[in-house]
């Protein structure tokens, strides 16, 4: 049985307080939400400790959004993944398309971050997909295989879970076809040596559109950006029905 993981990805939002303010909110629907499905919150550093402090005892696991591949050392602004495993994160967003896009992120450092993170107990969300003018260009499953076959290098798929972003879905209110998502994360699949990996879908995820994406039989979750900021769109993306 595959596992079925929702994770909010919060990017750069949320102070300290705006983190209590959506805890206030959220917690109290998460009675009724069936307990077939995991529920991840990927935060900014700065909010990891607060959500560690009022999470204690909760369903609710912590996600970072990033982690350097060094164990320590003269790294200005960088945080190692032994920190994080310390204020109580269990999962890391890795190489996903913002970092790729505005931080120099290569497969080679997407590389490296996944051993980092896995040795030091935490699991990867590592994020694959392909731009506009990439699918334009016909060029979805290249590009994806590509970034598998460099990523995945020396990789255990045991302790790993991936995300299918298409770039030209993130943000835009242009959802993926859930068929097609459904298609290419397929095609992920049928690469990997772990046949039962979770595979999220992510790009545009809305409480209107995730029933239809959580019927697919390919898809095992879903990556939420800006639906996941809001407690009561939240709390009906953790509540799909099938
Ligand atoms: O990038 C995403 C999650 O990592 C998706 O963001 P949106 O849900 O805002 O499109």
Request: some cysteine; glycine content about 8%.
């Amino acid at each position: 049985m595959r596992k079925v993981i929702i994770a909010g990805n919060w990017k750069m939002f949320k102070t300290r307080a705006e983190t209590l303010e959506f805890l206030q909110g959220f917690l109290p629907q998460l009675d009724t939400t069936p307990d077939d499905r995991d529920i991840v919150l990927c935060a900014p550093f700065t909010d990891l400790g607060t959500l560690s402090r009022n999470l204690h005892g909760s369903r609710i696991q912590i996600g970072a959004q990033n982690v350097h591949w060094a164990e320590s050392g003269a790294f200005t602004g960088e945080i190692s993944a032994l920190m994080l495993v310390e204020v109580g994160v269990r999962y890391v967003v890795i190489g996903h398309s913002e970092r790729r896009q505005f931080f120099g992120e290569t497969d080679e450092t997407v590389n490296l971050r996944l051993k980092a993170a896995q040795k030091a107990g935490l699991i990867p969300i590592l994020c694959v997909g392909e731009s506009k003018q990439q699918r334009d260009a016909g060029e979805t499953e290249a590009i994806i295989f590509k970034q598998l076959e460099h990523d995945l290098i020396d990789v255990d798929q045991e302790h790993l879970i991936i995300a299918y972003e298409p770039i030209w879905a993130i943000g835009t209110g242009d959802t993926c076809a859930s068929a097609e998502a459904n298609r290419v994360i397929g095609l992920i699949r049928s690469k990997l040596s772990n046949p039962d990996m979770t595979i999220q879908y992510g790009g545009s995820v809305k409480p209107d559109n995730i029933n239809e994406i959580m019927a697919q039989s390919e898809i095992d979750g879903a990556l939420v950006g800006g639906a996941s900021l809001d407690p009561q769109d939240f709390a009906k993306l953790v509540n799909y029905k099938v």
